[in-house]
């Protein structure tokens, strides 16, 4: 009924496979797992090869991306539906599988997203920027998320069906990280097919530098402007982006716009370094995420 597919990159899933393996034997459960590692360090496929070769496991000799690695396990999965979840996940609830499962019989919906939980407690000050945008921003449960279940839509914990992943598959033109999640739930609106969230919360255990959350949302901008040229109803799209909506508007107010392009090319180096020390707030995140779309945007390309 249910195939778990888990991309690895970097990362040891031994505890998150065995934890899944536990519930699956216990309760005899009609599910596989499938794992894919993208091209990892040979340290991991080293550590991972013990666990994982006790399932159906595949280790890619060039990385592919989030993509397109994520389309890669329709090809091995023998079952209707397709769990994703990413390697350095954690699961919430012990009967985490039968969660989804019961959803799937009632043959509700194909997509259900189980959403996410980060910990009340705040790491280290270098770890704390990605912490206080995920806690804060991300950490919504069933009912938040199903006021506008299309737009919170995530990829590290979500069911698909088979047949949807294969007419609405994840866009491979995005190589780097950042808002394929975004893309996919706008796609799935487009099509008419809502997403049904639940409270099955999955924690990501890898916490995350302040220097590399910030390269990380350097990506993301760039790869939305990438996703607004692709998709056709762009007024649509960007309306449902807070990003994107939020400078739209600036750009009826040419003069507060030329104000704040000046205030960001001045100082961005220091804004910069305040977000990396884990002191700048939500605020400044949001301030640094609009400087960088307005350049990548306004920013003339120069053509050999």
């Known amino acids: 009924m249910l195939s778990?597919?888990?991309?690895?990159?970097?990362?040891?899933?031994?505890?998150?496979?065995?934890?899944?393996?536990?519930?699956?034997?216990?309760?005899?459960?009609?599910v596989e797992i499938i794992l894919i590692d993208d091209a990892s360090a040979p340290e991991f496929k080293e550590l991972n090869k013990t666990i994982c070769s006790h399932f159906t496991y595949i280790e890619l000799e060039q990385n592919i991306g989030r993509a397109r690695i994520r389309n890669l396990f329709v090809k091995y999965?023998?079952?209707?539906?397709?769990?994703?979840?990413d390697c350095d996940s954690w699961m919430v609830q012990d009967d985490f599988i039968e969660n989804y499962l019961k959803i799937i019989k009632t043959g509700k919906t194909p997509?259900?997203?189980?959403?996410?939980?980060?910990?009340?407690e705040k790491p280290a000050r270098k770890f704390r920027l990605a912490w206080n945008y995920r806690h804060t921003k991300q950490s919504k449960n069933a009912f938040q998320r199903n006021l506008l279940p299309n737009h919170s839509f995530m990829t590290n914990n979500f069911v698909i069906n088979k047949i949807v992943l294969l007419q609405i598959p994840f866009e491979e033109r995005l190589f780097y990280y950042g808002h394929e999640d975004t893309l996919m739930g706008f796609q799935l609106l487009e099509n008419n097919i809502s997403i049904y969230n639940i409270d099955n919360e999955v924690i990501d255990t890898d916490l995350q530098l302040n220097s590399i959350y910030l390269t990380k949302t350097?990506?993301?901008?760039?790869n939305l402007l990438q996703i607004l040229q692709w998709v056709e109803d762009k007024k649509t799209f960007s309306n449902s982006v807070r990003l994107l909506r939020f400078y739209e508007r600036l750009s009826h107010f040419p003069i507060f716009k030329s104000l704040f392009r000046c205030f960001f090319w001045?100082?961005?180096?220091?804004?910069?370094?305040w977000l990396t020390t884990?002191?700048?707030?939500?605020?400044l995140l949001n301030v640094y995420k609009l400087g960088i779309l307005m350049e990548e945007i306004e920013t003339p390309t120069v053509s050999s």
């Open 111 to 120: 997509v259900v997203c189980g959403g996410n939980k980060y910990p009340d």
């Open 4 to 30: 778990i597919s888990i991309p690895i990159y970097n990362f040891n899933v031994s505890n998150l496979v065995s934890k899944l393996d536990f519930e699956i034997k216990q309760k005899n459960l009609p």
């Open 218 to 222: 350097e990506m993301a901008v760039k």
């Open 77 to 85: 999965a023998k079952y209707d539906y397709l769990l994703f979840l």
């Open 278 to 283: 884990g002191y700048g707030s939500l605020w």
């Open 266 to 273: 001045i100082k961005r180096p220091v804004i910069k370094w």
